[in-house]
């Protein structure tokens, strides 16, 4: 399953490979896709752990950057 997001506050190129690498290493996800200056965050993952998946997604982006939010669009 695919899900978009907006990502808002994001300031820094390497500050979103990270969290494309970081977003990656969660169990579940088998792609991610930042683009930052698009400002959007493309994730496929195993849909019957949607809800599980989503929500270590925000608690590695609230941790590597609390200044960033994220809304699925």
């Known amino acids: 399953m695919k899900s978009k997001f907006k990502i808002e506050g ?8 990270e969290l494309e690498r ?3 290493k969660i169990e579940g ?8 200056l ?3 965050m493309e994730i496929e ?5 949607r809800e599980e998946i989503l929500q270590k997604v ?3 982006i609230k941790k590597e950057e609390p200044d960033v ?3 699925e669009i």
């Open 10 to 17: 994001l300031d820094c190129a390497n500050c979103t490979n």
């Open 22 to 24: 970081k977003i990656g």
């Open 29 to 36: 996800i088998e792609n991610v896709s930042i683009n930052f």
């Open 38 to 40: 698009m400002q959007k």
């Open 45 to 49: 993952y195993n849909e019957q752990d």
């Open 58 to 60: 925000r608690k590695v």
């Open 69 to 71: 939010s994220i809304k």
